[in-house]
């Protein structure tokens, strides 16, 4: 039987599901930042960016003791992958140290959650729902990633026994 406590799974999870957001960034090409699945639609490098701005504009309304600086944009097309990997990485951390926190002590969720695993939850479905319009908007581009290069990087990361107790 594991020793791992909840909260070390919680963040584990967490950490993985960012590390697996930012290798699919830096999966892309330069050009597919600029993909979109539709010509109204928001670009990849837009995406990635809402993400960032999603965590940080949840933690501001559910945290509010926690301070964050919000983007005054949502939905920014920038273009250079290692900036968006940067703000992606200190979001994450902000979310993961507003997770360690309340649920060390018990802490409650302002506004949306009942719970701070179900912030959680909601943050991980949320990027995956962007994950796959990622996806969709690179295949529909042109410039798909296949399976056997997106395995690695994503399914791989999730499903990895990293503890043997």
């Given amino acids: 039987m594991s020793t791992t406590s909840l909260l070390d799974v919680a ?3 967490w950490d993985r599901n960012n590390t697996i ?3 699919l960034l830096r999966a892309v090409s330069k050009s597919g930042l600029e993909a979109k699945a539709s010509p109204t639609g928001p670009s ?20 509010p003791d926690i301070e964050v600086e919000v983007p005054e944009n949502e939905w920014v097309a ?3 992958p290692e900036q968006i990997v940067q703000m992606l990485s ?9 997770l360690r926190n309340r649920l060390k002590t018990g802490g409650e969720m302002k506004i949306h959650y009942d719970h701070p695993l179900l912030f959680l939850q909601h943050m991980i479905w949320h990027e995956g729902y962007h994950h796959g ?21 994503t399914w791989d990361v999730w499903m990895e026994k990293t503890r043997t107790e």
Avoid: C, W
Avoid at 46 to 63: C, G, K, N, P, W
């Fill in 21 to 23: 957001l930012v290798n």
């Fill in 90 to 98: 200190q979001s994450a951390d902000v979310v993961r140290d507003v």
């Fill in 133 to 153: 319009q990622i996806k969709l908007a690179l295949k529909l581009t042109g410039q798909p990633i296949s399976d056997e290069d997106a395995g690695p990087i």
């Fill in 11 to 13: 963040l584990d999870s």
């Fill in 44 to 63: 990849v490098a837009q995406m990635f960016t809402h993400i960032h701005y999603v965590r940080l504009v949840l933690i501001s309304e559910d945290a």
């Fill in 78 to 80: 920038k273009v250079d």
